[in-house]
């Protein structure tokens, strides 16, 4: 059996799904006209607000998931950013392609939701934390 207090596959787990927002927050950075052009085209206000804060929270929360960084706190984070992007530009659900990206990013939602209710696991900053501390591990 095997024992989720030393296993490794939290830590891939967190990785694997901080690609999606690290590689998302890296191509907005690379193209950040193209990018307020289409939150502009989706009638959300003030795009370049809200391009800073796509790349502060994607680039930012998938780099602190993968590490494992109050990782319950900032998988909420990008569970409820997954839900609310999906919500405001993938809306057009008669469209085959919408519906898939909406429920990516639902999926990604589940997926952070199972890593606030179990933790970020034995590799993570979080559980060196925890267990220099004489605590218990998240």
């Known amino acids: 059996m095997n024992n989720t207090n030393t296993s490794v596959i939290p830590a891939v787990g967190r990785v694997l799904m901080a690609t999606i927002f690290v ?4 191509g907005k950075l690379a193209a950040p006209a193209a990018t307020m052009g289409y939150i ?3 009638g959300l206000p003030l795009p370049m607000l809200a391009l800073v804060v796509a790349i502060a929270v ?3 929360g ?3 998931l993968a590490l ?3 990782t319950r706190l900032v ?9 609310v992007t999906g919500l ?3 809306h057009a659900v008669g469209d085959q392609n919408q519906m898939i990206h909406l429920l990516k990013n639902i999926a990604m939602a589940g997926g952070l939701l199972q890593v606030v209710a179990f933790g970020a696991g034995a590799y993570s900053f979080d559980n060196r934390r925890a ?4 605590r218990q591990p998240a």
């Open 68 to 70: 494992g960084i109050q």
């Open 75 to 83: 998988a909420a984070g990008l569970a409820a950013f997954s839900i």
């Open 131 to 134: 267990v220099s501390g004489g």
């Open 23 to 26: 590689m998302s927050g890296i």
């Open 58 to 60: 994607e680039l930012g």
């Open 88 to 90: 405001a530009f993938h």
């Open 62 to 64: 998938g780099l602190l």
């Open 40 to 42: 502009a085209s989706s």
